[in-house]
């Protein structure tokens, strides 16, 4: 089997999830929310994570409508992904992410975590479950 290293992210406007995965590319567990201050800064951010998982492709999670439709909010997260992905030089690939902030939050109250003072866990849980969307697709 192949090694793997992925980032998921989840992308919002003030913070970014980010999980990462074993070498396998069996499990997805979050690692850390970047809080959004400016691209460049963002991108330092990232190449400290991608120098030190050694990452060779982001998945990043898009916002679909109901109807399965790229919406607005959709466009600006793969503008921002597409910068993103070409500042980093790794490919990308997007997964539908619609309900994973509410998946992360119903995880987070089962565990007596409260998801409306954890913003932070709750995009890094999102982004472990983006990515092992992904992860599980490519078995």
Known sequence: MNRISALGLDVGKRRIGVAGCDGLGLI????ETIER??????????????QERQVQVLVVGLPYNKEGNIGFQAKH???YARRLGD???????FVDERLTSYEAEE????QN???RYNKGLVD??????????WLDCRR
Not at 37 to 50: H, K, T
Not at 107 to 110: G, I, L, P, S, V
Not at 124 to 133: H, M, S, Y
């Open 107 to 110: 995880m987070m109250k089962a």
């Open 77 to 79: 997260i793969q503008k």
């Open 28 to 31: 997805a567990t979050g690692l």
């Open 87 to 93: 500042a980093l030089q790794l490919p990308l690939e």
């Open 113 to 115: 975590l409260s998801p």
């Open 124 to 133: 890094r849980k999102a982004a472990a479950i983006i990515l092992q969307q």
């Open 37 to 50: 201050r400016s691209f460049a800064e963002d991108v330092a951010r990232f190449q400290a994570i991608v």
